[in-house]
């Protein structure tokens, strides 16, 4: 499961999912859009926008599923909960996150039963893939790209955006900074 705002989705996804594709013991990645992540207070682009970004983005990758599951909700929804109803449906054995919220994750709801019962898989950003003493079990990856949501947001690296994409969310984040 690799969870996350994806405001809005970008080629550092894209290896992330790419890398997580190549483990041995990984069948497949679903992606899972948030409606709200509930550490945050916002998102720039509403749910139903940024889910159809995640399906144009990634839903045509070989062994990728989108799912709404979070954005049917219509509410913040906690990893605990995302985790417990894919893994009714799928064989759920690991979380995808990014080393930037090593420092966060001791304020997830239930952390510890998450710890607990998956393995973690970690895209470390450049340079430093952060403090791992939190995680019980975990694999570290390296998508060796430096994007995030926040600078293409900012106003700049556009190009980052995924192509089928890229002109929309220009446009979305322009009139969101101006």
Same mark, same amino acid.
């Given at each position: 499961m690799f969870g996350g705002s994806?405001?809005?989705?970008?080629?550092?996804?894209?290896?992330?999912?790419?890398?997580?594709? %190549?483990?041995? /013991? !990984?069948? @497949?990645? !679903?992606?899972v859009p948030t409606?709200?992540?509930?550490? %945050?207070?916002?998102?720039?682009a509403d749910p139903e926008r940024r889910y159809r970004w995640c399906m144009e983005s990634f839903g045509k990758i070989d062994g990728v599923i989108v799912s709404d599951c979070e954005i049917s909700m219509g509410r913040a929804v906690y990893t605990i909960e995302s985790a417990s109803i894919l893994s009714r449906r799928y064989d759920l054995g690991a979380i995808v996150i990014g080393s930037d919220n090593l420092p966060s994750m001791h304020r997830w709801r239930e952390f510890e039963k998450l710890d /607990?019962?998956?393995?973690?898989?970690?895209?470390?950003?450049?340079?430093?893939?952060?403090?791992l003493s939190i995680l019980s079990d975990y694999t570290v990856i390296e998508p060796d790209i430096d994007?995030?949501?926040?600078?293409? @947001? @900012?106003?700049? @690296?556009? /190009?980052?955006?995924?192509? /089928? !994409?890229?002109?929309?969310?220009?446009?979305?984040? %322009? %009139?969101?900074?101006?």
């Open positions: 994806f405001d809005p989705p970008h080629h550092g996804h894209r290896r992330v999912i790419e890398e997580v594709l %190549k483990l041995p /013991e !990984i069948e @497949r990645v !679903i992606v409606w709200l992540n509930p550490l %945050k207070n916002g998102s720039f /607990e019962r998956y393995r973690w898989i970690v895209a470390s950003r450049p340079g430093s893939a952060g403090d994007i995030s949501s926040t600078d293409i @947001r @900012r106003g700049g @690296r556009y /190009e980052m955006a995924i192509p /089928e !994409i890229a002109h929309e969310i220009e446009r979305t984040y %322009k %009139k969101e900074t101006n």
